[in-house]
């Protein structure tokens, strides 16, 4: 078995194949939390577009916190549900994130630390546990969010490939 190594340019290219489609998908102009939400995504996706793993973390941090917030604040359970799952999905960016920010600090070249392999394993945990839980909601006759639970569940999908990717390349 030939391990096929992507040097660090071709990942921050996977990074940003696998991300910025998102960014722009769905985050029409919301006022309140739930606008401060989606600004704070799309401030994560912008900073990793830029090359800013830590920037990008600390910003989905703050929008898994948003989530969080607005799930606590929200009576309708299936609207509930699907703001917690948003809260997962962004807490497994946060974790993918902060990964690729210890690997560049490690000096960028595999065999990863065990630091970053547990946070990609801990991204993994948080992502599929999102993508299932996303999945197991009924769709929402509300379009506005219909197209949320949709774009979560095409995130989570991609964010499980690219970590498996990952950690396949990073020897973890």
């Given at each position: ?61 703050k929008a898994a916190l948003m989530a969080k917030i ?81 774009r979560h569940i095409g995130k989570t999908q991609e ?14």
């Amino acid at each position: 078995m030939k391990l096929v190594l992507i040097q660090p340019p071709a990942i921050w290219v996977l990074f940003i194949v696998l991300t910025v489609p998102y960014a722009g998908n769905g985050l029409a102009q919301v006022s309140g939390e739930l606008g401060e939400m989606d600004r704070l995504e799309q401030k994560a996706e912008d900073a990793i577009a830029n090359g800013d793993p830590e920037g990008a973390a600390l910003s989905i941090g703050k929008a898994a916190l948003m989530a969080k917030i607005l799930a606590q604040k929200e009576e309708h359970q299936p609207t509930r549900f699907l703001y917690q799952a948003a809260e997962t999905l962004f807490r497994g960016q946060e974790q993918g994130y902060r990964a690729f920010a210890l690997f560049e600090r490690a000096g960028g070249q595999p065999p990863a630390s065990k630091g970053v392999c547990q946070y990609l394993s801990h991204a993994d945990e948080k992502v599929k546990q999102s993508q299932n839980d996303l999945k197991a909601l009924a769709d929402f006759t509300n379009e506005s969010l219909r197209d949320r639970q949709q774009r979560h569940i095409g995130k989570t999908q991609e964010w499980e490939r690219l970590l498996q990717g990952l950690k396949q390349d990073l020897s973890c």
